[in-house]
């Protein structure tokens, strides 16, 4: 069973799952989110109020000559072939062993979070890289006490920090590091401090951000984790489910029981693999008992929870080691069947309900391009919604032609970038466009209202009411839209949705 983990046979996997990335990349339209980062590499600056600028800097990187879908999450795919590489000879410099090397690399490719995640690019796409990157040299200047390690680490923990805030959690991963493996007297070495002097250079240009906005970037990331007044004891367990559905669920469980052991074990190579990973899985679940923890929040430690997964397979009796194969399978097979429906909606889950088919994620890269399209074809050059990604998503599929705008309570960047008065907007039509993701909205309430509908295998996924705002300012309309709720629809009751 061993057999199959050999490096052609991790070259041949990596490879055969680049493609299909690369493929759906270029065919499947971006995510809400990820055109508004695209937004932000056009209006690149040292810090935005939702993350770090990383991710602007690695799509303004990859879109200096086209701004197509496969253009702007192409630097995932350079991402995914270093972190391959890069686990590949973190593994080899720690175990010494190919079958763990080849065997790490496929488990961690073939992560649904992997598989999937991994053609959408956002702010965890660089903290993986860099987070990962920080590990791998600290690991060598354990082995090695090499000053140039050090300074490594240094630099590339403040990469980290530019790309994503939660990759601080590296610190208290690295005391715990210490307390266990007796590592304290790293405190008496001043190349130690100098490495977290050059983390904090790479991570200035935000501090100056947040000062020159008022620290608005880190209060809004600090009061992320604990909007609710009470605890939800369920959300811990729903953050684990979805560990099970991103990693995969074998996969998953044996790591985190692997973690665990590894915890308190003697050796120092498993107590580092531990500290490096399970605490940031622990920590965002605890998250949960104030706020619903997302999935994708511990992603960038997933290189080293692979690797310590890798390791508990690998190591012991042969049942451990058809798990694992197992677990690859399965891991392989649903991601590749969820990929495919993406682009090409196999899943008939409209069968089984109509709301599942509704709520189904991967509508998320259906309809932006056919609103812009019908937007464009009524000649409006200037539209307001009430979320930044859905404005994003507008003006990216526009190609230019028409530019959005943000009504809107909750704060977002667009309120950073100044609203002005376009020359020609007496003469140019302007909108407000209103967006129903669930399909709860009764936008027959509202008056002057175009109204469409975005259907995927027949079934209505999404709707957009469109009220034509004629030729006005863009900053009276976001003005007076902030002011106003009178545009808000009614819900759907049951009675009408059935009749619907």
């Not at 040292?46 to 192409?74: C, N, Q």
């Not at 605890?231 to 669920?249: I, K, S």
């Not at 008065?421 to 002057?448: C, G, H, Q, R």
Request: hydrophobic share 50%.
């Amino acid at each position: 069973m061993t057999k199959l983990f050999n490096k052609l046979n991790a070259i041949i996997i990596v490879f055969v799952l680049l493609v299909w990335k690369i493929f759906l990349s270029a065919k499947l339209e971006l995510h809400p989110d990820e055109a508004y980062y695209w937004l932000w590499s056009k209006r690149l600056d040292f810090g935005y109020f939702d993350h770090s600028p990383m991710v602007a800097y690695f799509i303004k990187l990859t879109t200096l000559w086209s701004d197509s879908e496969l253009a702007i999450r192409f630097s995932l795919v350079f991402a995914m072939i270093i972190l391959s590489v890069l686990l590949w000879k973190f593994s080899k410099a720690m175990f010494n062993d190919e079958r763990m090397a080849s065997a790490s690399v496929i488990i961690l490719n073939t992560m649904p979070i992997m598989l999937l995640g991994s053609i959408i690019i956002t702010p965890d796409s660089p903290a993986f890289l860099f987070y990962s990157f920080t590990v791998y040299f600290l690991w060598k200047f354990i082995k090695t006490n090499s000053v140039k390690d050090c300074y490594l680490t240094g630099i590339f923990f403040g990469l980290a920090l530019l790309s994503k805030y939660t990759v601080v959690l590296f610190l208290p991963c690295l005391l715990i590091y210490m307390i266990l493996d007796k590592k304290l007297f790293w405190f008496k070495n001043p190349h130690f401090y100098l490495s977290g002097i050059i983390s904090f250079i790479f991570f200035l240009p935000v501090i100056i951000w947040n000062y020159l906005h008022d620290w608005i970037s880190f209060i809004f990331q600090l009061g992320h984790g604990a909007t609710r007044s009470q605890f939800h004891f369920n959300f811990p367990f729903e953050f684990l489910g979805a560990q099970c559905l991103t990693v995969g669920p074998i996969i998953f469980i044996g790591g985190l029981f692997a973690s665990f052991a590894y915890l308190f074990s003697r050796d120092s190579k498993k107590i580092f693999l531990a500290c490096f990973c399970l605490p940031i899985i622990i920590f965002f679940m605890l998250t949960g008992l104030r706020t619903y923890p997302e999935a994708n929040w511990p992603t960038f430690s997933f290189m080293i929870f692979a690797l310590a997964a890798a390791h508990f397979f690998l190591s012991g009796k042969n049942w451990k080691k058809i798990l694992l194969v197992i677990g690859i399978v399965i891991n392989m097979l649903g991601a590749l069947l969820i990929g495919v429906h993406a682009k090409y909606s196999i899943l008939p889950l409209y069968k089984l309900s109509e709301r599942l088919a509704v709520t189904d994620a991967t509508n998320w890269f259906f309809g932006w391009g056919d609103l812009a399209e019908l937007l464009m074809q009524e000649n409006y050059k200037y539209i307001d919604t009430r979320q930044h990604q859905w404005s994003a998503a507008i003006e990216y599929y526009s190609r230019g032609q028409i530019k959005s705008y943000v009504s809107s309570d909750r704060k977002n960047q667009y309120q950073f970038w100044w609203v002005e008065a376009p020359s020609d907007y007496e003469t140019s039509k302007a909108a407000k466009v209103l967006v129903d993701w669930e399909m709860e909205d009764d936008f027959s309430t509202i008056t002057n209202a175009q109204v469409y509908v975005i259907k995927r295998n027949g079934i209505a996924i999404r709707q957009y009411a469109v009220i034509d705002y004629g030729h006005r300012d863009p900053k009276e309309i976001v003005k007076k839209a902030k002011k106003t709720k009178k545009s808000k629809p009614k819900k759907i009751n049951k009675t009408q949705k059935a009749n619907k």
